[in-house]
């Protein structure tokens, strides 16, 4: 199984939602980052995919199911 993640665009170690991956915690709390948070949105259009998936072992993924 895969696990929604979204990567801090700007590597932000001093927000509150930054965890120690470069994750944003943001998304564990069913929060999107792009729409949240003035930097993500910098970054990314709403509409764009901006999500990566993330399984048991650490490996990236771009989509949910795929490669």
Request: glycine letters at 8%.
């Amino acid at each position: 199984m895969r696990k929604k993640e979204f990567f801090c665009p700007v590597d932000a170690w001093d927000c509150p939602y930054w965890k120690e991956n470069g994750f944003c915690s943001m998304v564990d709390d069913g929060d999107d980052p792009v729409l949240e948070c003035d930097d993500a949105g910098m970054f990314f259009e709403p509409d764009e995919d901006h999500f990566i998936w993330v399984d048991e072992e650490g490996c990236i993924f771009d989509t949910e199911n795929g490669d």
